[in-house]
C-alpha cells in the first residue's frame, strides 16, 4: 500500500484547498462581479488553476511518480493566479490559496531535483 509522507498530505491539503479555493471563487464571486473578474484570459486561467491543483493532489493520492513534474507546473501556474487575483483586486482569499499551494508543490517538485 501507498504511504503518504507528511510532506504529501500537507502538498495534497494545499492543492485541494486551492482547487476549492479556485472554483469558489469563480462560480459565487467572479460571475457576480462581472468586469474584470470575468475577462476570458483571467477566467480561464482561475479554472486552469483549478484542475491543475486537483490533477496534482490526485497523482500524488495515487502514487504516480509523475507528481513531481506536475507539482512542478502547479506551483507556476498558481503563482500566475494569484498574481491575476492580486491585480484585479478582492480576491485575497483566492490569491493566498494560490500562494499556498505554489509553496508546496514548488518544495514538493523540489525534492526531486535534491534527489
Known amino acids: 500500500m501507498h504511504t503518504l509522507s507528511g510532506e504529501m498530505k500537507t502538498c495534497i491539503d494545499a492543492c ?3 482547487y476549492a479555493n479556485c472554483v469558489q471563487t469563480a462560480m459565487q464571486h467572479c460571475l457576480q462581479m462581472g468586469g474584470q ?3 476570458p484570459k483571467h477566467f480561464q486561467l482561475m479554472m486552469a ?3 491543475i491543483c486537483r490533477t496534482s493532489a490526485a497523482l500524488m493520492l495515487i502514487g504516480s511518480p509523475s507528481h513531481l513534474m506536475q507539482c512542478d507546473l502547479c506551483a507556476k501556474i498558481c503563482e500566475e493566479c494569484a498574481t491575476d487575483c492580486e491585480r484585479i483586486g478582492d480576491m485575497d ?3 493566498q490559496a494560490c500562494r499556498a499551494c505554489a509553496k508546496e508543490c514548488r518544495q514538493m517538485a523540489g525534492r526531486a531535483m535534491a534527489a
Open 16 to 18: 485541494q484547498s486551492c
Open 37 to 39: 473578474h470575468t475577462e
Open 49 to 51: 488553476c483549478a484542475e
Open 93 to 95: 482569499e483566492c490569491a
